[in-house]
């Protein structure tokens, strides 16, 4: 069994994987860890939808593509990324991208390819198992405190998952298209999608899955007050 330190030094967002559903009592063993995440007055304010019917998943992945294919470029409840990129973070995004188009052999002029590897997000790289997770439009309003817990919640869904060998990627883009999503999940109207989670078995062979992005020194983001 891995330690926690090993887990995080370890694991690595994989996109593809093997046509195999997470057996559902390891989704709930995932789950029920994930639910000691701490959070603020102890709200617990993360509601998932742990899917695993290929049926929903490849008709919410459709409806985001016909969305892209129309020209919008999101329908979301939060702003995910900045909307003004500043550097080191603006390299840093750019660098990573630049390193995975790389293994991948595509051109950075290939426009076509690489929107289609950005449609794999939606085709959930493969795997037959996304959690999404949501929260109160009324915790996000005017408050942005939820948005640490539910992206704290986040990380022990994926370290509690490395535990059972369960691989994962977290999703930004589906953060995206949650208005999209939500209504082909047909969640309450109170609810607001906040990101998925990809989980599933690593397909081993597969070339994408050897990036991992190398993090930078402590030096850079560290300070240190003794």
């Not at 993360?46 to 929903?56: M, P």
């Not at 999101?74 to 702003?79: A, G, T």
Request: charged share 25%.
């Amino acid at each position: 069994m891995p330690s926690v330190i090993e887990a995080l030094q370890n694991r690595s967002s994989k996109r593809a994987y093997l046509p195999k559903p997470v057996e559902a009592e390891i989704q709930e063993k995932i789950l029920q860890a994930a639910a000691m995440t701490p959070s603020g007055a102890n709200m617990q304010p993360w509601v998932t939808y742990a899917v695993s019917n290929k049926e929903v998943l490849k008709k919410v992945g459709d409806a985001v593509i016909e969305k892209m294919d129309a020209g919008v470029a999101h329908d979301q409840f939060i702003q995910y990324y900045p909307v003004n990129w500043v550097n080191p973070y603006k390299k840093r995004r750019i660098i990573t991208g630049a390193g995975l188009y790389k293994l991948m052999e595509v051109d950075r002029k290939d426009n076509e390819t690489r929107i289609e590897m950005w449609k794999d997000n939606f085709r959930w790289f493969g795997a037959q198992t996304v959690f999404f997770v949501f929260t109160e439009k009324e915790n996000i309003n005017e408050a942005q405190g939820v948005l640490i817990d539910c992206g704290a919640y986040m990380q022990s869904i994926m370290l509690a998952a490395h535990e059972f060998g369960v691989a994962t990627c977290p999703q930004g883009s589906t953060t995206e298209f949650g208005r999209v999503i939500a209504k082909e999940l047909g969640v309450p109207e109170n609810l607001a999608l906040l990101y998925s989670v990809v989980l599933g078995y690593e397909d081993k062979d597969a070339k994408i899955n050897a990036y991992q992005p190398k993090r930078v020194p402590l030096t850079e983001n560290i300070t240190f007050i003794n």
